[in-house]
């Protein structure tokens, strides 16, 4: 079945750097495009980034400059390396395979 699983979040001050990983099982991965999305307390969900199978990719304005997608089709594996990490950016970040209708559990990311 398909599943995706998110891990790496966690608490950094503002400033500091994380990197999100999602691992993809049950589908091809390599031909999904994938994506990143965030929640904050008492917000609305937020797209953050995508990259398409051909590994183009896009990023919300909020995040551009400071986050990088990429893939790892070999390991089926999605990242978001965040830079410059701040406050707002604290979250619960999911990562997405939208066309087949994916969403990972989440993991938290904490900036403070």
């Known amino acids: 079945h398909v599943q995706l699983v998110e891990s790496g979040g966690g608490s950094v001050q503002p400033g500091g750097s994380l990197r999100l990983s999602c691992a993809a099982s049950?589908?091809?991965?390599?031909?999904?495009?994938m994506s990143w999305h965030r929640q904050a307390p008492g917000k609305d969900l937020e797209w953050v980034s995508g990259?398409?199978?051909?590994?183009?990719?896009t990023y919300a304005d909020s995040v551009k400059g400071r986050f990088t997608i990429s893939r790892d089709n070999a390991k089926n594996t999605l990242y978001l390396q965040m830079n410059s990490l701040k406050p707002e950016d604290t979250a619960v970040y999911y990562c997405?395979?939208?066309?087949?209708?994916?969403w990972g559990q989440g993991t938290q990311v904490t900036v403070s």
């Open positions: 997405a395979a939208r066309s087949i209708g994916a």
């Open positions: 049950g589908f091809t991965f390599s031909d999904a495009g």
């Open positions: 990259i398409y199978s051909d590994g183009g990719n």
